[in-house]
């Protein structure tokens, strides 16, 4: 899946130090021991990603690799940035603080008033407007517009229904001041909102469709320009003066590099070239842990991995059948065989560092949404609820007879690993025959769409940190994976529209956690789908790189970020 | 001649109009989505409307149409779907001329290494330097240039930091990708050198002409030279315009702002706009590399030149 590969990318984002002083043009003396910093030395951060940045307009250009220079060079209202023992925190940036009304439904931002774009124009509170009057309106088909439906007021209407957008809930009553309504009380709405990169009315409609395409013809408010951009290989920022926090940032440049080959980052790494990688080959790790003037973060993706059933399949509609497929295989084993344990094992579809308020939901829930533990525990033999579903189908109850398709998502190493894999477990398991079906991503997701698969593998990266940005994909009706899909038409199906809805209203965390849980058993216990597992990435960072962190969400505050070589 | 050129020309833009026909229609059957690869997953709404921008929700031959009005009155080969506000044009023009300066070196290297080793192989026949020519020949062959630039980056840059391991801008950087993108060319070029020199050497003109006399240095510069020269000549056209499309397994090797990325990255992508602009664009340069070796053949070998004309 496309989304894992990006999540993937980020993680392995590579900085590093150039070569240090060398590369500073010489203002340093004693570049030749490049020993101790010289102060007045510039800061350099060599930063490399595995695909290219395809865009700098934020509203039209939204991959990963965009996201991340998106945070380089733009301020948003508020930032989801990593913060020390990789945790995250959402925090002021371009808005100094933000205020919500009693309902919950009311967000009133104060913008800084020091907050200037590059070219000394101040950042204001209609800047903001603008950008989302914009993204409401289906002909500039902004591609995160989708995030705000079913979110901030009069956007569904003007986005899909031919509503006017400049009648969305959004106003800034003056320049500092901006007024965004939602429609339902929703506690991770200042996180979705991190991912709101402001454009400038005069120059977006000034340049047209040239605007971030080129570095001279975007508009920066963050703490970096663009000096230059060599799309698949190299984009060099530099410190912009005019950014609100310019006195405290501390990095002079950094050269973003695009280094697509992973063996290629990682002996740039050893050399000295990039201070900053990430692989998932052990030899190269142990390298690297050699060299001793490493940092080294293993932290999971965002990404669950999971199975889906479609339920419009003659066996998989039958629950038991589904949930035998669910424990018909060792997940630790998986791990370890799969991925030498580079990832972790999932038997929930919620991430254990899914948020609800300032919580997480394992903890609010206690634990108790580990349902494939809870289904392993209750049918210690996989085989027999397999037949036992098959009984109930009124079917023969040979399992030998029973043939599933496996859509693998991919015909990369990594795709055959696993499908054979679980060929072999299902088949030992349960003595059913499993037939491979291999497929690239993009025709796996067209088959999907049909409803023509079995059982497929597939994965999903939240766009915000709570249980709804999973659940709500599954939700039968609207959601990415809607019945037509999954074939989930039963009455569960139903019942979980309306968890999800009675959730959209509920303001109290622990009740909120609670309808949640029921949720998750809708779609776990009763295995609409199998939760499978979480990459795990390593990242390496050098030692002299401070204020570089990574979390499993969020984005990395790169005015925090120095070089103190 | 001229009017043989003009012939040819005409069917050269022929082939080209059915080159771009057929990858639209074939792009357009292919499985899989550009939305998809440029958005990622996101509910089907959203996607329409972005789909519905790019005017994919309209008929295929009113798309076609469209296409073909541009780029024929325009030579416009329209704005990349995943590349927002970028045409195949504006890649080809920024990104051609890297491809084009590692692989003009490269086919130097190895036309004349090339070309040098075969003659040597081919008159030292069954003697120790032939042997050895041959079995390196075998080898370079067999080992992909890949694994070829692993090696190279392995110890040039890493090991024995000469080159950087990565990057462009520099005269170091062109190093490692030139060699790993010469050694088969050299390869290649040594093996049809010596068979096409072994070929001329036992033709009874070059016996006439140690006969009456000449000596061996001309026996071999006027009369081995340059007939064994002619199906090499076959084969530098074609490779002329392999240039500019570059190596998308070395560029992506040592992070080289070529063309071969855009082109590899597009198909898999469904980036249609992109894939036929490229297409349209290497299909130009191999036809025009291919008359280039008619007008050249004519050069080398007279008697196609009078062949040709005297119909």
């Known amino acids: 899946m496309k989304g894992r590969t990006r999540i993937l990318a980020v993680l392995m984002a590579a900085v590093m130090v150039t070569g240090s002083l060398t590369a500073c043009g010489g203002k340093d003396s004693g570049k030749s021991e490049g020993g101790k910093s010289g102060k007045g030395g510039e800061q350099v951060l060599n930063y490399s990603y595995n695909s290219v ?286 991925f030498n344990g580079n990832a972790v094992v999932n038997e929930a579809m919620i991430p254990d560092t899914t948020m609800v308020g300032d919580k997480t939901y394992v903890e609010l829930v206690d634990g108790k949404n580990q349902f494939v533990k809870t289904l392993k525990d209750e049918n210690p033999d996989p085989k027999k609820l397999f037949e036992e579903g098959l009984a109930e189908l009124g079917k023969d109850t040979d399992t030998s007879k029973v043939t599933l398709r496996y859509a693998t998502r991919g015909t990369d190493e990594l795709s055959k690993k696993i499908g054979e894999y679980m060929k072999q477990s299902w088949e030992e398991t349960l003595g059913i025959n499993i037939q491979i079906d291999m497929m690239e991503w993009n025709i796996m997701w067209d088959k999907i769409e049909e409803g023509d698969y079995e059982i497929a593998q597939s994965g999903w990266g939240p766009y915000y940190n709570e249980p709804s940005g999973l659940m709500s994909i599954f939700e039968p009706e609207q959601g990415y994976f809607n019945a037509n899909k999954t074939g989930w038409k039963n009455d569960d199906g139903k019942k979980f529209t309306e968890l999800l809805n009675q959730a959209k209203m509920e303001t109290d965390q622990q009740k909120l956690a609670d309808i949640y849980l029921q949720a998750e058993e809708l779609l776990v216990k009763n295995a609409v789908l199998s939760p499978v597992y979480q990459l795990k990435s390593s990242s390496f960072i050098k030692k002299y790189v401070n204020g570089y962190y990574i979390s499993t969400n969020g984005n990395t505050d790169w005015s925090n970020v120095s070089v103190d070589k | 001649m001229l009017k043989f050129l003009g012939k040819r020309l005409a069917f050269g833009i022929l082939t080209l109009f059915l080159i771009a026909t057929a990858t639209f229609f074939l792009v357009a059957g292919a499985p899989g989505d550009p939305i998809a690869a440029k958005v990622g997953q996101m509910p089907e709404q959203a996607q329409e409307i972005i789909s519905a921008k790019y005017g994919l929700d309209k008929p295929l031959f009113q798309r076609y149409a469209l296409y073909m009005k541009n780029l024929v009155t325009k030579g416009d080969f329209g704005e990349s779907i995943i590349y927002t506000g970028k045409t195949a044009n504006d890649v080809i023009k920024e990104n051609t001329m890297v491809s084009a300066k590692i692989g003009l070196i490269a086919l130097v290297f190895q036309v004349s290494i090339g070309l040098s080793l075969g003659l040597v192989s081919a008159l030292k026949r069954g003697k120790a330097a032939d042997h050895v020519i041959r079995v390196l020949v075998v080898l370079a062959i067999c080992v992909p240039s890949f694994v070829f630039a692993a090696v190279l980056q392995y110890f040039l840059a890493f090991k024995w930091k000469l080159v950087p391991v990565f990057g462009w801008g520099q005269w170091t950087n062109y190093v490692l990708p030139v060699a790993a993108y010469a050694l088969g060319g050299i390869a290649s070029y040594t093996k049809y050198m010596r068979s096409s020199t072994l070929g001329v050497i036992g033709e009874d003109y070059i016996v006439t002409a140690k006969a009456k006399g000449c000596t061996s240095r001309r026996t071999l510069r006027k009369h081995v030279l340059r007939n064994s020269l002619i199906p090499i000549v076959t084969m530098v056209g074609p490779a002329l315009s392999g240039i500019f499309a570059g190596s998308f397994v070395i560029e992506k090797m040592f992070a080289i702002p070529g063309l071969g990325f855009y082109y590899v990255k597009a198909v898999s992508d469904n980036d249609y706009t992109m894939i036929i602009g490229l297409t349209i664009f290497f299909a130009m340069l191999f036809v025009g590399a291919l008359i280039l070796v008619d007008i050249l053949y004519g050069i080398v070998d007279p008697r196609i030149r009078v062949a040709k004309g005297s119909k």
């Open chain 1, 53 to 338: 940045v395809v865009g700098l307009n934020p509203i039209l250009n939204t991959t990963a690799p965009d996201n991340a220079a998106h945070g380089m060079v733009q301020e948003p209202l508020l930032r989801n940035r990593t913060a020390e023992n990789n945790t995250n925190e959402v925090g002021p940036a371009s808005a100094e603080s933000f205020e919500v009304s009693e309902d919950g439904m009311t967000y009133t931002f104060k913008i800084r008033k020091e907050a200037k774009w590059n070219d000394g124009v101040p950042l204001t509170a209609k800047d903001f407007e603008y950008t989302l009057k914009l993204m409401a309106d289906p002909a500039v088909a902004a591609t995160n517009a989708w995030l705000y439906d079913g979110m901030i007021e009069g956007f569904t209407e003007a986005l899909y229904n031919g509503g006017d957008p400049q009648a969305i809930g959004v106003k800034a009553i003056d320049d500092s001041t901006l007024e965004i309504k939602i429609i339902h009380p929703a506690a991770y709405f200042p996180e979705l909102i991190c991912s709101l990169y402001p454009v400038r009315q005069d120059k977006y409609e000034e340049w047209g469709k040239d605007y971030g395409v080129s570095p001279e013809k975007t508009l920066y408010s963050g703490p970096f320009v663009v000096e230059s951009w060599n799309q698949n290989t190299e984009m060099v920022l530099k410190k912009n003066e005019n950014f609100w926090n310019a006195e405290n940032t501390k990095l002079d440049k950094i050269n973003y590099k695009v280094i697509q080959d992973n063996a290629t980052a990682v002996q740039a790494y050893l050399n000295g070239e990039l201070d900053l990688t990430g692989t998932q080959d052990d030899n190269w790790a142990k390298q690297i842990e050699a060299a001793g003037d490493s940092e080294t973060f293993s932290v999971p993706a965002s990404n669950t991995e999971f199975y889906m059933f479609n339920l419009g399949n003659e066996y998989l509609q039958n629950t038991k059948i589904r949930q035998a497929l669910t424990i018909g295989f060792d997940r630790e084993n998986f791990v370890e065989t799969i």
